[in-house]
Structures are given as C-alpha cells and as structure tokens.
C-alpha cells in the first residue's frame, strides 16, 4: 500500500507492505544513519524520531507511521554547519567506533527540544534507550550537556 | 515483518475501532505502540489495525475521577503532573519503570494493560489503584473493576473485538497515599518483582483501606489481601508492615523465568512489598 | 629520548578524524555498502550440543526461486584450520572446518544459503532437512578430561601446526605449565598460606553492530571482502586458505566497524559469503543476527586455583596458579588466553616462588575466543581478590599491601621469559611504572582512608575495594606493524596503515604520530588503514599493540620522509640538512630561512631532481612494556536484596604518555563500565540441553546510562624509552579491574567474599546467609 510520510521534512510516499519494518524501509530508502543493532528492540542504535519522539524503528511497521514525521540523523546540521550537538560528540570524545551515535544524538536532539535545560540525570533517563559498548556513556552524556550550554547561549 | 500484510486500517474511533476488529477477525494483528506486535512474523495475518489514531490520548480530571484514555503513551503519564500526585505517584512511577525512553514514548496505556505480560508495570499500579475500565465492543460499552478485570489475562477477560478505551481512576482522597517499586537487576530490565501499595489512614492513624498489588510473579498481578488483613485497622509501625509483608510472601504460587527463580523471587516479595508499604506510610505520615 | 619535550600534537586531545563523518551518520559501516543485486547469507545453525550429521538433504532449497547457492560439507573442500584471527603459524589448533560432518555446540554451523532477500534467505534454510545423529553432551569442564566421558574433536585431522601439547582425545586442547623455585620451601617459609578457587562465567562483548561481511567477485576473477574485522590481513591469509587460494585473488577491506572487544579478531563469517559468492556468482551479504553473535564467541569461562603464601610483614613467599579454561567447542585462542592468566598477572608482584599450570579443555558448550582482557581478566579477578585476603589477614591495609610488593622500574619477573605465545616469552625488564601514583592518586580521589570500613547502619551498606592491574603493549617479537607515508603537492602527507581502528580511534593516534613528526596539523594528515590492497601490512587490533607497535613505525616511516624533506629543503635554502626542522607546516632554518612544505613538494614533485618523497617502515618490539593502573570502587550492598551497585569507580592509569588523552581516557571509561557489568550482571545462562536461554539483550543485560555510576578516570603520565613518544597500550587493562575491586568493596561493606562471578543479587544473598548461619 502506499504510505506517505515526511521524512527529515521532505513527503515521501513509499509503495510497500505496510507490513515490514520501518527500520528495513528507511535503509532501504537510503536513510543509512538508521542502524542495526538487534531488531528487537533492545540496542536503540535504529532510533529515529517520530513526531518529534525518540522510538525504536525496528519495533515500527511502515503503517504505523503513516502521516507522521520521521527524523533522521542525516537532518541534523550540514556538512558545513553541524548541529551543535554533533560538534560536542566530536570534541567530547563520546564517539568511538560510531555506531550508537546517530541514535544517541537523535534521542539527545529529542529531549533537547523538549527540556533544552536538561540535568545530568535528565540526559540519563533521556538516553537509557540507546547501548554503547564503546564509551562508557560518561563522555556522550557530558557532549549533550555541553551541547544544551552552548544552544542556551546563542 | 508481516509477509502477507497488505492493508493498514486507522478507525477514527472506538466505534470504528470495534467495527474493523470484527469484520478482519484473527487476520487482522491490532497494534498500538506496537513494541511487541512489531516482532511478529505471522504469515495469517493480511490487515493492521492501528488504534492510536482513534484519539483516547488525553488524561483528564472529570467529576472527580481522572481519565486516562488508551492511547495515552507511557512517557507521558509518567511525567503528568496529576498522574505524579495521583497516590503519591504510583501509577506514573510504574510508567517511568517501563523499559527504557523510546518504549516509554511508544507504549501506550492500552498496550501495556491489555497485551500483558507478566513483568509489565503499570496493571500492577492500576490494580492497587482500584481502576475501572472501560471497555468498547461489538455489544455495546461495560466497565469492570480491576479485580474483575485481572482475574485472568485481560485478552481472557475480553471478548473478541473489545478494546479497553481507557481506564478511570477515582481522585486522590486527602488521606489515600501509596508507592511502587520495581525491582530489576539493572535499571532497564524487566521487573523481578513489582508491588503497588495504596493506603488511607484515618483520623486516628489507622490504617481503614489497603490494597497491595503484587507483579512480575505469575501471569496476572495479583493483590496480596492477606497483608492487606493484617494492615487494616493498624497504626502501621514497622511490626505491621513487616508481618504484612512476611504474609504477601506466602500468598500463592510463584514463577520462575530466565531472571531468577522461585524461592529468590519469593523472598523479594517480602522484601519489596515491605519496602512498598513502608514508604507509602511515610508519605501517608507526611502528608498528615 | 626526553621524557620533557613538548608535543605540539602527541599529548594533545585532537578530535578523531572520523569523528564528525560518523556523528553525521555517513554511510561508513559494512551493511551502507551494499551493492545492487547483493544477495543475503544465512546460516543453518545445529540444535544440538553434540551430534553427527548423517545426512543433509539440500535439493528442496536449491530449487526454490531466488535461492542461488547452498553450502554444507558434502560440497565444499574439507580444510583444518582455525577462525582464531592470530599471525601465523597460529597457536590455535586446527579443529575446525567450514563445514564439518560433526556439530559441537548448539549454534554451531550445518550449512548456509544466499537468496534474494533475508526473508528467502531464511525460508532456504527452513527447507534443508538433516538428519543427526545425537551424541551426548559434555558441559562440565571439570569433566572434560576423565575417562569415558565424550569425546568432543574425535576427528583424526586436527592438530596443532606449532609444537605445543594437544590431546583431543582427552578434550584437552591446550596445557603449558611453568616453575621456578621449590614451593615447599614457598610454603614452609609463610606464616600465612591462602588457598581459593575463583570461578568466572561465559560472557560476550557484544558490539552493537554484529560480525557482518561483504563478498564481491570481481571482474577479474578476484573476490573483494568487505568485512568488519579487527584483524584484515589475517582475514586475507585465512580466507585464502579456506578457499584454497592465493592471497593475491583476494582483496580485504575494513570500513569503519561497530565495536569488536575481541569478537571481531575472530574470522567467523568471510568464508561463509565468500564461498556462497563463489558459488552463485554475485555479491553477498552476511550479517549475524544478535542472537548468533552471543554464539559467534565469548570470554573462557575459568576456574582458577590459587595459592599464596607471605610472612606476617606482608613480604610473598611463593605463588601456585592452576587455571582451568573452558574454550568451548573449539580451542581458538584457549592457549594464549589461559597463558595470559599467568604472563599477565604474576609479574605484578615480587613472588620468589612462582608456579604455573593452565589447561583448556573443549566442552559442547560456545567457543571461547579473544576478549579484551584476555585471560588477565579472569585472572585478575582471582589474583586481587586474593592479595585484598591476604592483606587483611594480617591487618596490613591492601593499598600499603600492593606498595610494598609491586614490581619496580627497573625489575623483571621470570614470568617474562617463560610464557610466551605457545613457545618461550621474552625476557624484558620494566621500563617505565607509575603504580605507585596511580595507587596515591586513585586513594585520594576515592577517599580511601575516610571511607573504607565504614559501612553504615540499615540494610544498604557501603564499602570501598581496590586492586592493581598491568597489561602488556604488543606480543613481542611476534607482531608487526608497516606504515608508509607519501607527500603531497599542498604539503599534506598520506598515511597508510594496516592498523585497524575498531573505534578505539588509532586512525588519528597514528595520524598524531605522523602530524607530531612532520610539524604539520592533522588536517594535513589524510590516514588510509586496514585495506589489503592499499596499505603495508599490521597484523591488526589485538593484544594492546596499535599505539605502541604500529606506532613506532609510523614514527619511523615519518622519520624518514622528514629526512627527505630536509634534504630537498636544504638545497633550497641553501643550508645544511642538519640545520633544517620541520614545524609548522615549513622547514625552518634558523635567522628566517623557511621555506614551506607545499613549495619543497612542488620541487619535489614537478621541479628537480623529481621524485615522490615517501617512506615505508616496518616495526616489530622486543618488549611488552605493561600500562599499569589502580582501580577503586565504592559499591552498595543492599543485604536484603543482595544487590549490589557501584556508586563511583575510580580508574588510574599509566599509559606512559598519552598519545590522545581523551581517547585514552575513553578507552579506559569504556572498559571499565563493561567490567563493571560483567562483574555484576552478565553471564550465559544454559537450559540443560546446552542452548543459552538468555541470547537478547532483553536478557542479557549490559549497562545503560542509567546504571552508570560516577566514573573518575586519572590519567598517570610516564615516559615508555621504547614507545612512541613515550607510550604504552591503554586499550585493554582497565576491563580487568571491576570484578576484583567489587568483590573487595563487598567484602569492606558485609565481610563476605565473592570468589563466584558475576555477584548477582541471588549468589551475594547466599553468601550472606552463610555467613549468618556461621
């Protein structure tokens, strides 16, 4: 069936099963930044943000999402001008090997949105989603903070 | 992965809802959040129904009960100011107890009672709270009490093409205090044990209502009434509470899973359900 | 070399050169590479522990549309070897196969389709029907080498291909063993002899993207793999022994990768795509679902004998280990990794006495393989548990106690010596320590003096445990890393490395080496790693080498490329070439005579004499120089429950210099948070039929943000004489510390000892009510 959707601002209309995974849709659309991880749920690494929310895409079947925005990291800054939180990932030493991180920065992105004041403890909550095996989180959850300094100030 | 899915319904509403789950019958798998139908594989089904776009996402105080519609997602009745004063918060701390932050924004209320699974959180909170639910079917509308409604698996209670459109919650009475408490191995996991417990403690002190609610232990939560018996009427010092507990523990048959086993998971309930109700006390205490 | 100089790059935290293309999510990993027509691997996996196959039947999936090849051992070449990833000539032994006639393990492979979709892919495996014949089960690794109990490599082919011992017939499939002293006189001279047994569990490193690999056949007849590897050459050399072919038919690349810990030194997955891209002519994908990486391969489960002896003053008299490996259904790497329990570990005290005995045996249970820490780690648990009794038996407090008894510069252990990689080791002394520092520092930051043995009233108790820990840099005399470096007309430089970078960020270590060397920025540093095509050859990420052996020759080569680029510089300036020095992107000649990087290329390029200014060295060390570090948890113990949390850890580390300190620093928080969960929470549970009942991560727990305590991470810096720039590894020693530091703080908080890992809520209530009913 068809399902339209907006993706990173952008309508879309895909022709498939409303069936299959969003996670399996989006790569398959050249939407790369959404990762495998485990299919179940489980990792966070396929996280993308519909309307605005962090959700898994691997537990998203194409037809739930009909009508509904869907972000992905290759909406966040330009290769110009990276999104702050981008910046503070790369400075922070938060990425390792990379493959958590387009999920990570879009649950950030989301709460930032929300709470562009977050605690330490709200990052935490905000991110408990997403696994790394890499970092040990300490510096990804001190980028996010630096991140909202930053966006608080300009 | 569906293979033969080729149709994706969205009812307006409860009605419509009802109406669609009749007409596709068991080919059609019926989604909310949609965390756990999204695994399946089942070649038999050939129709989604999405419910969520059936409105019932508001969470209201009407004449003195608060309403809380099936599509109502975890992350926000977690954070519902109302819903975190509502008992002391009992029902929001079971949300935010849910898994991690994107299951939180895509389970919905409905979901998490009506596809139960032994570890989910928030029935174990509704259960303790006395909730009533409102159920939309074939037949017209009918609500049920919480025990009536976990007296088996809610898909057990249920009659083909019902869906539960939300459930209601009468507000905080000013001597009514409660407290959840999930307990896991790590903070994302599923529970080993859950207890809810909702107080009232009168004018002297004493304690004149409690249910205690019980999870991750069987199929259905369950209320532990024979602590509940030994609550009621006492001043709630930690004798009480201890002997209430020790009693919750030997309240029926207990599940071993992958997490732990039966005689660990026993001695939790003591452990938790004790915890529970000690600091529902305090917060009735503070409150007064 | 001057421990003093000051770096302008070395030492400085510069952002990761592929920080900012993975942060914007750029298709970079193996499975954003596929291409059109690709077909999709999947394995027919056993499920049994123990069975013979007695006969496959594939004609149902061959003929299913879209189905375009299917592999098993009735058609493909019967050839031992070893999925072990290590140099050659392995110390694994050959007792495996592509496909076997046998299956040990339940996950084990019986064959393997390519077809049009995943979903094809699976319904093809769904269709071959096999028939087994069941063989029974050996679990226990106590048993593995009693008479009458299965015999699990019954296959007259398998061997070993260096002289080490090796019984398959009694499931043994390594032993080494060393002494020096007589123990009688270690025991007879001790006031105090300890005598534990320590048991570790199975456990992954779970990268968040699984093993997954590409195979393309090329046009001209060679197979181009695209895989995520730790070790790309060895992929290349063992591939090409599986399919019977010369390494110059096959061409291997590593993009970036998701994580490896270990796991992705194993080659487990190339030879599948690469024979079923043979087989149907097209390119193939194979990616492991996350329930086949819990199977691909995991840490040795240990058990470990230990036996000290001191005097009243705290001064050892002797040391007996006896480790028990559990290497699973094949025995990669079960003789270095139980090796390293000994070569890693007992150098770190002073013992005059020192005995050794380390067997792995095979069981039907997942295979062992290589995992950060690897071997150290189980036996670390066992050593600093047992040196924290120690001390307090005798009232000594445990940090005084490692003081007094750590090995100084300057020292050497016979350890060194006798343990090596299936043959001798080799001999080294310490260069370089700064234990004692890290020890101090650590303390303070932990506030070991304030708060230990105060555990409180109510039933949470707190209490505070250490340990001290070494590793190594680079097996000695065994591994090589190649660099070459090309300049370029703007006065940037290529940097080829076969180094693989996992994430760990050696791509821009190396590229800081080379920048440091140069005078240059690192923008003017392009790094090319790990192709097998393109770059000199490394033997890869393992066993703590990249910083400390690929660097050194990229020094090396950069040394050399400064030369030329001095002499072209010097006959432009017209002055001695031993006047030159190259800084900030020019050679500099004293009283103003520069002339830029870009013009000496230009010349070099275009104008006279031409020719391509470049260099290439090789490097290979005679040393292991161990990092050292001190560890310091304090933990929660909540004795109703009996779970346990860890509130802050304290990781200090001397890593000689920091070539990046905040890469160093993420290395360290990295291995520590998933030492502290496998400490506390992660292990393989088995129903009795041998099948892991918990291979998810929704039952498999591993650390989320929310179970992070506060970690504090104290960077100790030395000066390593033979490292580049003064380096030692940092990648591995710091996973070693959480299971003994945690079974310390634990017994500071309650009094009872955890000598059975992970301490879970259940094994620590069980302690606790011992201990009661004492």
Redesign the interface.
Known sequence: MEIHVKVNDKPVTWNVSPGEKLLDVLRRDGYLSVKFGCGEGDCGACTVLVDGRAMRACLLLAGQVEGRAITTVEALGTPDAPHPLQTAFVECGAVQCGYCTPGMLLAAYALLRENPKPSEEDVREALDGNLCRCTGYKKIIEAVLLAAERMGRS | MLPNARVCLYPRDPAEAVRVMVEHGKRALVMAGGTTTAMSKDPGFDTLIDLTRMGCDRIELVGGEWRIGCNVRLHDLGVHPGIRKLWSGVLSDAARAVGSRPLRNAITLGGNVVGLFRWSDTPVALLAMDAVFDLVGPDGTRSLEADAFFARHPRQVMQAGELLAGVRIASDDPHGCGAFCKYARTEVDLAVVDVAACLQIDEQGRCSKARIAVGGTRAVPWRAEQAEKKLLGSKLTRRTIESAAATAKQEGKVLSDVRTDRDYRERMIEVIAGRTIERAAASCKERG | MSPKRDFKVVGH?V??V???A????????C??LLPDGCLYARVLRSPHAHARIKSIDASEAEKMPGVHAVIHHGNLPRVMRTTAGQGAPEPSPYDFTTFDVKVRFVGDRVAAVAAESP?LAEAAIAAIRVEYEQLEALFDPRRAKQPGVPVIHDEPDCKVVIPIPYEPGRNLASHVDMQVGDMEQAWGEADVVVDREYVTQYAQ??????HVCLAEPLADGRLRITTSTQVTFHVRRIVAQALEWPVSRLHVVKP????G?GAKQEVLIEDVAAFLALRSGRPVFF?L??SEEFLSRTRHPMIIRLKTGMKSDGSLTGVDMDVLSNTGAYGTHGLTVSCNCGSKVLPLYRWPRIKFQAESVYTNLPVGGAYRGYGATQAYFAMEVQMDEMACTIGMDPLDFRLKNHIRKGETSPVFKALGEGSEGVEQSIGSTGLAQCIKKGARAIGWKRKRGKPGKGPIKRGLGMCTLMQGSSIPEVDMGAASIKMNEDGSFNLLVGATD????SDTVLGQVAAEVLGVGMDKIVVRSSDTDVTPFDVGAYASSTTYLSGEAVRKAALDVARQIKKVAADMLGVSHRDCELEGGAVVAGAGKSVSLAEIAMRSLYEKDQHQIAAHASHITHKSPPPFSAHFAEVEVDC??G?VKVRKYVAAVDCGTAINP??A??QT??????GISYAL?EEY?FDEKGRM??D????Y????????PE?VTILVPTYEPTGPYGAKSVSEICINGPMPAISNAIFDAVGVRLRTAPF???RV?AALDAKGAE
């Open positions: 935290s952002p990761k592929d920080g900012m993975l942060a914007r999510g750029g298709a970079l990993f499975a954003d979903e490193h779970t990268p968040i993207e699984p970036r990768i998701g994580g810990f990616e679902d996350r996992l994430g760990t960020g109703e429950t779970l905040r890469l620093e993420g928080e990295g291995g520590v948070l998933n929470c549970l009942r918990n998810s991560f929704r039952d727990k591993i650390f989320s943000t929310r179970d992070l970690l879970t809520p259940e209530l």
